[in-house]
Nanobody, 121 residues
């Protein structure tokens, strides 16, 4: 009924780049904010980047500002994360999320299963 499928995770050398994509299938009236969280080894899940439903506003954690870029394709309900200048501390499972909006503004949040990103030095 609601599907979020992440892709693009894998192994990359420190300083390299990697692109993540999340394909969303959802039956709500519209899609609200979308974005990415991550959880590294022994760490709590943290917010990485978000993009508003309109696509006009984005937010980033301080640790990834200037290196990561989040974008979306409204027609396909897809959210992407371009990661550049990767560091070992970026190693984590990355989770896509989407906010589904109802006709009258009600919302529900959904999460993908995650994709592993491993950055080696």
């Amino acid at each position: 009924q609601v599907r979020l499928v992440e892709s693009g995770g894998g192994f990359v050398q420190s300083g390299g780049s990697l692109s993540l994509s999340c394909a969303v299938s959802i039956s709500f009236h519209a899609v609200g904010s979308m974005g990415w969280y991550r959880q590294g080894p022994g760490k709590r899940r943290e917010l990485v980047a978000t993009i508003s439903g309109s696509g006009e506003s984005t937010t980033y954690s301080d640790s990834v500002k200037g290196r990561f870029a989040v974008s979306k394709n409204n027609n396909k309900n897809t959210v992407n994360l371009q990661m550049n200048s990767l560091k070992s501390e970026d190693t984590a499972v990355y989770y896509c999320y989407v906010q589904g909006l109802g006709l009258y503004g009600e919302s529900s949040d959904y999460w993908g299963q995650g994709t592993q990103v491993t950055v080696s030095s």
